[in-house]
């Protein structure tokens, strides 16, 4: 990974970190301690759906979909990796996936008021990466997207 997108990445986890503190901040001013107490819970449990990129991946392939995860947070999307069961992650870099699926599936989530959670599998074969996306809100859904290497 260049420099570059290490600093960007790196940029961004400190602008997050930053806010977390000025909720929890904020929550103990106002005297709120059980806020404070379920957000850092909230924190802590999204630190743990996301350490499966980085324990089950080659390097480069997590700071990907890590990026890619970060992508979704920008549409209002807080994306889950389930099962990563593939090793083509140059072939959903040269696509821009997961996020071009994502953007072109938000617009079905503008009706929820809170960040729809969106979990992702991906598994491989000789077609390709398949991406199974599955929602539970507003309605529960799915779809499946096969991402071929491009020729």
Do not use: C
Request: aromatic letters at 10%.
């Amino acid at each position: 990974m260049e420099a570059e997108q290490m600093v960007a990445v790196l940029r961004r986890l400190r602008h997050d970190f930053g806010n977390y503190l000025q909720v929890i901040l904020g929550y103990i001013d106002l005297n709120r301690p059980e806020k404070a107490r379920n957000y850092i819970q909230a924190i802590v449990d999204e630190l743990m759906s996301e350490r499966n990129i980085f324990e089950s991946l080659e390097p480069e392939a997590a700071l990907y979909l890590y990026e890619q995860l970060l992508e979704a947070r920008d549409l209002g999307i807080m994306l889950r990796y389930k099962g990563l069961l593939f090793h083509s992650w140059n072939t959903l870099k040269k696509q821009n996936q997961p996020f071009n699926t994502l953007a072109s599936l938000s617009s079905q989530f503008n009706s929820i008021d809170d960040n729809p959670v969106i979990q992702l599998s991906l598994s491989e074969d000789q077609t390709g990466v398949t991406m199974l996306f599955e929602w539970e809100q507003p309605r529960a859904g799915r779809l499946e997207v096969l991402v071929e290497e491009l020729k």
